[in-house]
């Protein structure tokens, strides 16, 4: 077994090989190009333990990929850095501007989108003859149905968006964990037996004290952070100070049973915005900066790499595969619903950029954290399907999403009049 330094040491060497091959020859954005490399990698590998049985290296790169725990890696792990590096670049005035259109695609939205993909899902089971409870379907639908803030960032990076188009996609992005991990935790206690005691009462006070205790606690502490940057002019400390915030903040926010991610978003906005405008100096804020932008670069590189290497140790059962091909259309449908409904209700009271009900569909991209979701099922004959319709979406947002997303704005919100 393999030693916690051998193990980051040959991440990080595999990372940086396949960035380098991806930039000299395949030329993808890069975040793609790591994770269609991984999952390619993956395949070869499998596919030279079929034809040559006596072969130890899919074995051996197999045991050491299973020390790492996908689940705890991401949620507890790279999700506080990632999210805090990405809010620190949202303007807040932008944001303001659009709260009610961000609130009601990270809310209702999502919501919608759960009940479609849910109800579509069970429908195709059943008429497919395959016994698959709706309280299962449900919770497939709470997981999938939030776009990830990781993998829209991300995607966000290589391709030209409207202003207030961008701010609509990755504030969602930001903001729908919250609600998401409520949705999650509900639909998996209704699953398994536990939901007798909810109600709306209960659901209501889950929502504030998960995503309003997150936000609250993310603002007080981003504050205490700001003023300590305020108080002294030295770019080493103050770089230290973001990062005793963000790890403090969700740790916090994860021993009071509130929500890390809003709480590590809230208090990245109030640093970017307020902090970098009164609490830094130009140096200062350009080793600020810089340091979260290299730590967003790398951290995100691993991810996606690590998405296409999970191949090698889930060995999806094939019989399963129908359940993936039934749920990549119906996740795109539901978005598209969901957008279109949230869009129409607010058209009267919100103006929105030319293309935005195309381009925040198919830019409606899935990541580690739904993953991450589905790998935490455990107990259930119905986390084989739903790891397999996870994987499926999360690889066809990612990859085929991803790389048609400028394709799809340049015909609908950039075009002439």
């Known amino acids: ?30 975040n793609i190009g790591l994770l269609v490399m991984g999952l390619g990698a993956s395949l070869a590998l499998i596919g030279i333990e079929v034809l040559f049985t006596d072969t130890h ?47 009601a695609l990270a809310t209702l939205g999502v919501a919608l989108s759960t009940l479609i993909i849910a109800t579509g899902l069970w429908f195709g089971t059943q008429l497919a003859g395959v016994h698959f409870a709706f309280s299962w ?11 990830d803030p990781v993998a ?16 609509d996609m990755s504030g969602e992005a930001l903001f729908n964990d919250g609600i998401a991990v409520v949705l999650f935790t509900i639909t998996l206690q209704m699953a398994t037996g536990g939901g007798d ?10 929502i504030v004290v998960e995503a309003g205790g997150g936000a609250l606690l993310g603002f007080v502490t981003g504050f205490i952070a700001y003023r300590a940057m305020r108080a002294l002019d030295d770019y080493s ?43 830094m100096s130009d140096t200062t804020k350009r080793y600020v900066f810089g340091f979260w932008t290299l730590v967003d670069d790398i951290l ?11 191949v090698l140790v889930l060995r999806f059962d094939p019989s399963f595969a129908w359940v993936g091909l039934l749920a ?3 996740v795109v449908v539901a978005r598209f619903l969901a957008v279109a409904g949230s869009v129409t209700l607010l058209a009267r009271w919100q103006s929105f950029a030319r293309g935005t009900i195309p381009v925040l569909t198919w830019g409606g991209v899935r990541g580690g954290i739904s993953v991450a979701l589905a790998l935490s099922l455990t107990g259930t004959d119905a986390r084989a399907p739903i790891l397999a319709a996870t994987y499926a979406v999360v690889l066809f947002t990612i990859i085929v999403q991803g790389l048609t997303l400028d394709r799809v704005v340049r015909r609908t919100a950039l075009r002439e009049s």
């Open 1 to 30: 077994m393999l030693s916690l330094f051998e193990l980051v040491a040959g991440l990080l060497t595999a990372t940086a090989t396949f960035a380098w091959l991806n930039h000299q020859f395949l030329r993808l954005p890069a």
């Open 57 to 103: 290296i899919y074995a051996t790169l197999a045991d050491s990929l299973r020390q790492i725990d996908f689940y705890e890696a991401v949620m507890n792990g790279m999700l506080a850095f990632l999210l805090f590096a990405g809010a620190l670049h949202v303007d807040l005035d932008r944001l303001r501007r659009r709260a009610a259109v961000v609130g």
């Open 137 to 147: 379907a449900l919770v497939f639908g709470a997981l999938i149905a939030p776009t």
């Open 152 to 167: 829209v960032l991300s995607t966000l990076r290589s391709v030209d968006v409207p202003e207030k188009l961008k701010t």
């Open 197 to 206: 005691d909810f109600d709306v009462s209960h659901v209501l006070r889950l």
């Open 237 to 279: 400390i103050e770089v230290m100070i973001s990062l005793a915030l963000v790890t403090a903040t969700y740790a916090l926010a994860n021993a009071m049973h509130m929500s890390g991610p809003i709480a590590v978003v809230v208090a990245g906005v109030l640093i970017g915005n307020r902090g970098a405008s009164h609490g």
């Open 300 to 310: 995100n590189a691993v991810l996606f790499l690590l998405i296409g290497l999970e």
């Open 328 to 330: 990549v259309p119906l």
